[in-house]
């Protein structure tokens, strides 16, 4: 198969308005979660989330046509393009039908379909944005993306809860490996905190509620861990053959190797407790890959923070990795991002590159009381990677049972 390499990364999030203080920020082990402070919030049980460190910086005018999930995506998107090295318009060296984008998400707009309800409702049908339709559309910040580097390969937006992003980068390695790309922007995006979201999860019992104390409601595989901590943000790479990356000269992050996809067919928000849909998952991007479980270094997990979602995932890492599991640094960096849903995958994959490429991996934090009988080195401080090749699995695991495993490793190692 043809080796693909991530060129460029892109990234506003809880930690940080660009891929840099979101790294800087991940081996800081700051937590990006705050209190909602808007009134709208007080009535609700859950009063707490991770919002952007940075709020988007878009044109005005263009701004008003974009939900907030799009805004994101751009700045993500444009980001990771320029630091590929590529430009737009006559700069853009790519040839466009060669080129596509796979932008993931969980929701959609979800703050354009309700904002224009209230304006419906308050104002009248007249007073409803034209441009409604075309903002909440959950293919929107593909599209978007897409039309601002002028990809005409295909865009596409998988729509797979929590596993969206990760999702979108396994088929923009497919596309490229079937040929119909040679280069792919791939990620993801959500925008949800709102107060219908944050009253939903929290009814089905799903969130953190230590609204008094917000940086330590996140804190996967500890005893005291009472659910996830609803994130936004975006997360957009680069991928493109090694050919391609090489003929013009390109920074080289680390190389997207395979990914691998299954569905429990379990129940539609609870993961199979015996979690053989996501052991499946790890072991299908093995295969692809070409490596096998010793060959491991990291595991960045999904670790949502959730009771039984922890165990489930230690259990399927053991499954998956067998004896060699206990010699693998694990990390879940949710505690500190929260949960960014359909841009969660993104966001952890370009943890899991950096950690490869930098040699270091970021902790887990608000660990107190780590769950017992674990069976998984799970990594409350930075923790060093050795040198040489080096290979990782980024897990995402989606409501409706969508598990999906990827795995990168630095730039020394090819299929």
């Known amino acids: 198969m043809k080796t693909v390499v991530i060129t460029g990364f892109g990234?506003?999030?809880?930690?940080?308005g660009d891929a840099s203080s979101t790294w800087e920020g991940l081996l800081a082990g700051r937590s990006g979660v705050s209190l909602v402070e808007e009134s709208w919030a007080d009535?609700?049980?859950?009063?707490?989330?991770a919002r952007v460190a940075v709020e988007p910086d878009i044109d005005r005018v263009e701004a008003r046509r974009l939900d907030?999930?799009?805004?994101?995506a751009l700045v993500a998107g444009m980001e990771a393009w320029h630091d590929?090295?590529?430009?737009?318009?006559?700069?853009n060296t790519v040839d466009r039908d060669r080129?596509?984008?796979?932008?993931?998400t969980g929701i959609g707009g979800l703050h354009s379909l309700l904002g224009n309800w209230d304006v419906h409702k308050d104002k009248g049908a007249r007073r409803v944005s034209p441009f409604t339709i075309p903002m909440l559309m959950a293919n929107a910040p593909a599209a978007n993306i897409?039309?601002?580097?002028?990809?005409?390969?295909?865009?596409?937006?998988?729509?797979?809860a929590c596993a969206s992003s990760n999702e979108a980068i396994s088929l923009g390695l497919d596309m490229i490996r079937l040929g119909r790309a040679d280069v792919a922007v791939v990620g993801g995006s959500e925008a949800v905190i709102h107060p219908l979201p944050l009253a939903a999860f929290s009814n089905m019992q799903a969130l953190s509620r230590r609204n008094d104390e917000p940086e330590r409601a996140s804190r996967p595989w500890d005893t005291g861990r009472d659910g996830f901590v609803l994130g936004e943000g975006s997360v957009l790479m680069v991928i493109e053959t090694l050919e391609h990356a090489q003929a013009r000269g390109a920074r080289i992050y680390g190389t997207l190797l395979g990914a691998g996809i299954s569905a429990d067919s379990h129940d539609m928000v609870q993961p199979d407790p015996a979690g053989y849909g996501q052991t499946t998952a790890m072991k299908r991007a093995l295969a692809e890959s070409g490596l096998s479980a010793s060959d491991i270094n990291h595991v960045n997990a999904h670790a949502t923070s959730t009771p039984q979602g922890d165990v489930t995932e230690a259990g399927s890492i053991r499954a998956a990795l067998g004896d060699h599991a206990s010699s693998v640094i694990v990390n879940g960096t949710k505690s500190m991002t929260g949960h960014l849903l359909g841009g969660a995958g993104a966001l952890e994959t370009f943890a899991t590159v950096m950690a490869l490429h930098e040699r270091k991996v970021p902790p887990t934090i608000n660990v107190e009381d780590m769950e017992p009988d674990l069976g998984i080195d799970v990594a409350t401080t930075v923790r060093d990677l050795p040198e040489g090749d080096l290979a990782a699995i980024n897990n995402s695991f989606g409501?409706?049972?969508h598990n999906v495993?990827?795995?990168?490793?630095?730039?020394?190692?090819t299929r």
């Open 399 to 401: 409501f409706g049972g």
């Open 43 to 49: 009535e609700l049980s859950v009063r707490i989330a």
């Open 11 to 16: 990234a506003t999030t809880p930690l940080g």
């Open 405 to 413: 495993a990827v795995v990168v490793t630095n730039e020394n190692i």
């Open 68 to 72: 907030r999930s799009s805004q994101l």
């Open 146 to 160: 897409g039309l601002k580097i002028g990809a005409r390969a295909g865009i596409h937006t998988p729509v797979s």
């Open 84 to 91: 590929a090295g590529f430009g737009l318009g006559d700069e």
């Open 99 to 104: 080129l596509g984008v796979v932008c993931g």
